[in-house]
C-alpha cells in the first residue's frame, strides 16, 4: 500500500513575496479557529442519529480533542498578541 502525501492546492500556498504581516497572519488563523469550531459543533446534533454506540463515543471524544487543539491554537494566538502588546510599552 502506498501512503499519499496530501498537499494545499497551489492556488492556497502563499509564496515568499505574500508574505504577511503578523497582525494579518494572526487575524487569518483566528478566523479559520472560529470557523472550525462552530463545525465542529455542528456535528453533535448528527451523532445520536448513528444509533451506534461504539461510533458515538469516538466521535464524540474526537469532536473534543479537535476542539481542545483549536482552542490552544486561540490561546497562543492571544499570548503572542499579549506579548507583541507589551513590547509596544
Known amino acids: ?9 497551489k492556488e492556497l500556498v502563499r509564496s515568499k513575496k505574500d508574505d504577511m504581516d503578523k497582525p494579518t497572519a494572526i487575524h487569518q488563523i483566528r478566523d ?4 472550525v469550531a462552530r463545525e465542529l459543533m ?8 448513528l444509533a451506534d454506540k461504539e461510533a458515538q463515543d469516538e466521535i464524540y ?3 473534543f480533542e479537535l ?5 490552544i491554537i ?3 494566538l492571544a499570548r503572542l498578541e499579549a ?3 507589551s513590547a509596544l510599552l
Do not use: G
Open 32 to 35: 479559520v479557529c472560529n470557523n
Open 42 to 49: 455542528r456535528l453533535h446534533p448528527a451523532v445520536p442519529a
Open 74 to 76: 486561540k490561546k497562543r
Open 61 to 63: 471524544k474526537t469532536i
Open 83 to 85: 506579548k507583541d502588546d
Open 1 to 9: 500500500m502506498v501512503d499519499r502525501i496530501w498537499r494545499l492546492p
Open 67 to 71: 476542539t481542545k487543539n483549536v482552542e
